[in-house]
């Protein structure tokens, strides 16, 4: 859909750095976005606009709601709301540096960063923990009709909403594993990526099979590794046209119907979350119409 961001059906860049703003309480969003959304490099950078800041603008995005407290006994899920994403792209790192400040110029006075995380590809598509990465995930007019937004009209078709995690690792108890609990944790044989029949109900795979659900909930992947001193893990992105989807697999997976966690949690946990809405382009621009810009 020629009206999408490039950078959510794209294939995931060798680099990637995530910005997290917060709107500063004085007046200026609207010049900063109108700013941002006029820069040229489209093709570098998926931009999502978080649920306080379209309110601050006075608009309403339907569908666009707060990040839900997912958390249960002993698990916590964490919400940590931002008004403003930045995910920059490119093959080369040193780019990024250059984007980052371009971004940050144009946003001014009117935003914060919050949060900077530095992500990039690895082993073509694994995880750090040498497991693939969205095996699943929809492909072609199946990506496109899971990630964008359709039929809403000028200003929505061409959108997408993004769900946010970014996932810590913890390599000492992964270590500890043997290789068969931690192909059970995940649900596939890491040597082949082959799903196991025998995993336990608590394997990942089986936790979040999209077409087990109902309605089926599907999502488009585009996760990254992340890495920064000693610790590390998964930007785990998800686009789709709700939040729908990946509320479903969330519940599932803290074991809110049935009690039963996902193994990931054995060895990772989400230490933030956000929701974003991603607006489409127009004339080659982010198209803000939607929000009164």
């Known amino acids: 859909m020629s009206q999408a961001q490039p950078g959510i059906l794209a294939p995931i860049p060798a680099f990637g750095r995530y910005l997290l703003f917060a709107a500063r309480p004085q007046a200026g969003q609207a010049a900063a976005l109108t700013r941002l959304a006029a820069l040229a490099e489209v093709d570098a950078m998926v931009v999502g606009l978080g649920p306080a800041l379209v309110n601050r603008l006075g608009a309403r995005i339907p569908g666009l709601r707060g990040f839900p407290d997912f958390s249960s ?54 995880d750090l923990t040498g497991y693939e990465d969205g095996t699943e995930n929809p492909v072609g007019s199946a990506a496109t009709a899971t990630a964008l937004v359709a039929t809403q009209g000028p200003g929505l078709d061409g959108s997408s909403f993004l769900a946010l995690q970014q996932w810590q690792h913890d390599f000492h108890a992964f270590d500890g594993m043997s290789g068969q609990q931690q192909d059970h944790a995940i649900g596939r044989r890491k040597s082949d990526n082959q799903e196991l029949d025998d995993a336990p109900e608590s394997a990942h795979v089986k936790r979040t099979a999209q077409e087990s659900f109902d309605p089926e909930a599907f999502v488009l992947r585009r996760s990254m590794p992340w890495a920064r001193d000693d610790d590390s893990g998964l930007m785990f992105a998800a686009f789709a046209t709700s939040f729908d989807a990946y509320e479903a697999q969330m519940r599932r997976m803290v074991g809110a119907d049935d009690g039963i966690r996902d193994g990931l949690f054995q060895f990772s946990r989400p230490i933030n979350g956000s929701y ?14 939607a929000v009164g810009l």
Do not use: N
Not at 98 to 125: I, K, N, P
Not at 276 to 289: A, I, K
């Open 276 to 289: 974003f809405w991603c607006p489409p382009l127009r004339d080659g621009q982010l198209d803000l119409r």
């Open 73 to 126: 006994p002993g698990l916590a899920i964490p919400a940590t709301p931002h008004d403003l994403c930045c995910w920059l792209r490119s093959d080369e790192r040193g780019e990024l540096v250059h984007l980052s400040r371009r971004v940050e110029q144009a946003l001014g006075q009117a935003f914060d960063l919050q949060h900077g995380v530095d992500a990039f590809r690895y082993g073509g598509g694994r």
